[in-house]
């Protein structure tokens, strides 16, 4: 009666927590738990399931982006959100986003005369770097002026 759905469905928060889990220690953790013995096989397939349940539903998020971006627009009149996809008709997938609130804009007035420029690298599947400018408010406080998501920090980005 088990079955690599049974087997992926009760494993699917344990590999959400811990990816790199391997089949061997899944099939222990089967075999602690429930006293079933599972190949490692199954094992695998079960995480192989759990895994593209998660990263599908990782990469859908990102078909999404034209509603996030329509959304900023409409609800902050005077904001900047541009996005770029990249391939051809039938397969097109995000290169880039960037965004930049009209409230932070108009903020930056006020500013120190300092900006930074940061990144960090986004650690998941489709990859890429989050990148941000920064500046200092008259309180003396971190004020976020626009952020971009791109494929790597280079000069065209």
Not at 77 to 104: D, H, P, Q, W
Not at 107 to 112: G, T, V, Y
Request: hydrophobic share 35%; net charge positive; glycine share 6%.
């Amino acid at each position: 009666m088990l079955n690599v759905k049974w087997l992926s469905n009760r494993l699917e928060n344990t590999l959400k927590d811990n990816p790199r889990l391997k089949a061997i220690d899944i099939r222990n953790k089967v075999t602690r738990k429930w006293d079933i013995y599972v190949t490692k096989s199954m094992a695998h397939r079960a995480k192989t399931l759990v895994v593209e349940q998660v990263d599908g539903s990782f990469i859908e998020q990102f078909k999404r982006i034209y509603d996030y971006t329509h959304e900023i627009l409409q609800s902050n009149s005077g904001s900047i959100a541009k996005v770029k996809v990249e391939g051809n008709e039938r397969e097109r997938y995000f290169a880039r986003f960037y965004m930049c609130l009209k409230t932070c804009k108009d903020s930056m007035i006020s500013c120190h005369p300092f900006i930074g420029l940061d990144g960090y690298f986004l650690k998941h599947k489709c990859g890429g770097e989050l990148l941000t400018i920064v500046g200092r408010d008259a309180n003396d406080q971190m004020l976020p002026i626009a952020c971009d998501i791109v494929e790597v920090e280079n000069k065209d980005t």
